[in-house]
């Protein structure tokens, strides 16, 4: 029992300390899930469009900066209905927001660049 007391007093200070400099440091663990790591990769490739696909973000009033900056970054990858696993580019379904979703993006990964294939405005 007067082990289990000293190996408290040390855990319990010692994790709060951990905590607050890796809290500060902005340390995360988010980078390292499959969604994270799909939209990491694609933002950092060369993207190209589809003619329909600037046909629906004309008719959406779409613009890339939002784009980028919110649907794809805050978007999330349907796992379910992607094809993650295909040669030689994967395609994959990002729906933005997660919950209650307006927008839905079908896109190809490839080694050079990302082709955006289908914009769909769900509201």
């Not at 649907?71 to 927001?97: E, M, N, R, W």
């Amino acid at each position: 029992m007067k082990k289990l007391k000293f190996y408290m007093i040390g855990l319990i200070p010692g994790l709060i300390i951990v905590f607050f400099i890796l809290n500060k440091k902005g340390a995360s663990c988010s980078g390292y899930l499959p969604n994270s790591r799909v939209i990491a990769e694609t933002l950092s490739k060369d993207f190209t469009y589809s003619d329909q696909f600037k046909a629906e973000m004309a008719a959406s009033k779409v613009d890339e900066k939002f784009l980028k900056d919110s649907i794809i970054t805050k978007g999330k990858i349907d796992f379910d209905k992607s094809h993650a696993q295909k040669k030689p580019c994967p395609d994959y379904l990002l729906v933005y927001p997660d919950k209650n979703p307006a927008y839905e993006i079908t896109f190809e990964k490839c080694e050079e660049k990302a082709t955006m294939t289908s914009l769909k405005k769900l509201k």
